[in-house]
């Protein structure tokens, strides 16, 4: 079972660039398909992004495609996700979240562990 810990959020001015990590623990992170998703307080999760398990290939939401970019390092057991030229309207929780079933994964539904997410705050 791996443990999954954000960080790297913050507040930055609309236009600003953030990148997130998750950090993996306790279990073997090569092996886990990975993926970034955001929540505003009252509304659903929203998938971002996610990436093979060998890095070899991605997929992204419309709403970051070509801002955001997920990358992960599995000699150092982290992913990240490299976010740019941010929008008021990105501001949210950001979590990662992993999957040791298949290779890939994208959509919200069928990651079995979670981190507890970290805060992004884009001001105008």
């Known amino acids: 079972q791996v443990r999954l810990v954000e960080s790297g959020g913050g507040l930055v001015q609309a236009g600003g660039s953030l990148r997130l990590s998750c950090a993996a623990s306790g279990s073997t992170f090569s092996t886990y398909a990975m993926g970034w998703f955001r929540q505003v307080q009252g509304k659903n999760r929203e998938f971002l992004a996610a990436i093979h398990r060998n890095g070899a290939s991605t997929f992204y939401a419309d709403s970051v495609k070509g801002r955001f970019t997920i990358s992960r390092d599995n000699a150092k057991n982290t992913m990240y996700l490299q976010m740019n030229s941010l929008k008021p309207e990105d501001t949210a929780i950001y979590y990662c979240?992993?999957?040791?079933?298949?290779?890939?994964?994208?959509?919200?539904?069928?990651?079995?562990?979670w981190g507890q997410g970290t805060q992004v705050t884009v001001s105008s």
């Open positions: 979240a992993g999957d040791p079933t298949v290779g890939i994964r994208a959509g919200v539904t069928g990651y079995d562990y």
